[in-house]
């Protein structure tokens, strides 16, 4: 059977998140936000704030997943529009985060290549890694997923006891700039999720 950095592939079911999952995203992340530095948040948010995360990212037509294995949620990510500004609409900035114990997996980068084709059919162009701490397995990850690295913020964060450098990483999805969107060319000008 065919590995991915060392876990079986039908060990990991990779699916849309419902709000049922809430509570187990919330736990994944908050480990992230008080141990580690690829989220600038400080404070943990709960269960309910990543329910109402998942509702309108439902609402919204972007993309929302979790990996897991045997019934549990080990991971999840996800991909929102870049910024909220109108020409903003076909450019996503993603997350990726990993129960601690599910780490050098492989399960991100399932994670990774999952999100691009959907983030791709909900009619984004680009897909922007900001990656806190610039944290080398992420940089690598998105390397390994065709990211090219196209800036880097030099001490923009403060977090445990540390300024942190922000790099952000970039890959087009389908046409990328290649082609005008749907609905700019149609004179519609909508926003991405109206643009599948």
């Given at each position: 059977?065919?590995?991915?950095?060392?876990?079986?592939?039908?060990?990991?079911?990779?699916?849309?998140?419902?709000?049922?999952?809430?509570?187990?995203?919330?736990?994944?992340?908050?480990?992230?936000?008080?141990?580690?530095?690829?989220?600038?948040?400080?404070?943990?948010?709960?269960?309910?704030?990543?329910?109402?995360?998942?509702?309108?990212?439902?609402?919204?037509?972007?993309?929302?997943?979790?990996?897991?294995?045997?019934?549990a949620v080990v991971g999840f990510a996800y991909a929102a529009q870049f910024r909220e500004r109108a020409a903003y609409a076909f450019a996503c900035e993603n997350s990726i985060y990993l129960d601690p114990g599910w780490t050098g997996r492989g399960v991100g980068r399932m994670l990774l290549d999952e999100l691009c084709v959907r983030a791709e059919h909900a009619g984004f162009r680009?897909?922007?890694?900001?990656?806190?701490?610039?944290?080398?397995?992420?940089?690598?990850?998105?390397?390994?997923?065709?990211?090219?690295?196209?800036?880097?913020?030099?001490?923009?964060?403060?977090?445990?006891?540390?300024?942190?450098?922000?790099?952000?990483?970039?890959?087009?999805?389908?046409?990328?700039?290649?082609?005008?969107?749907?609905?700019?060319?149609?004179?519609?000008?909508?926003?991405?999720?109206?643009?599948?």
């Amino acid at each position: 059977m065919r590995r991915s950095g060392g876990v079986e592939k039908s060990e990991i079911q990779v699916r849309g998140a419902a709000a049922g999952d809430s509570g187990r995203i919330a736990q994944i992340y908050a480990h992230h936000v008080l141990h580690g530095t690829a989220t600038y948040d400080l404070d943990p948010p709960g269960a309910e704030d990543m329910r109402s995360k998942v509702l309108h990212f439902a609402e919204r037509g972007w993309p929302f997943l979790v990996a897991e294995s045997e019934g549990a949620v080990v991971g999840f990510a996800y991909a929102a529009q870049f910024r909220e500004r109108a020409a903003y609409a076909f450019a996503c900035e993603n997350s990726i985060y990993l129960d601690p114990g599910w780490t050098g997996r492989g399960v991100g980068r399932m994670l990774l290549d999952e999100l691009c084709v959907r983030a791709e059919h909900a009619g984004f162009r680009q897909m922007i890694a900001v990656i806190g701490g610039a944290e080398p397995a992420s940089v690598a990850l998105h390397e390994a997923c065709g990211f090219q690295t196209v800036g880097c913020l030099s001490a923009a964060g403060w977090k445990h006891g540390r300024w942190l450098d922000t790099v952000y990483m970039q890959r087009a999805l389908g046409q990328g700039s290649g082609t005008a969107p749907e609905s700019a060319a149609s004179g519609d000008g909508g926003d991405a999720a109206g643009a599948r």
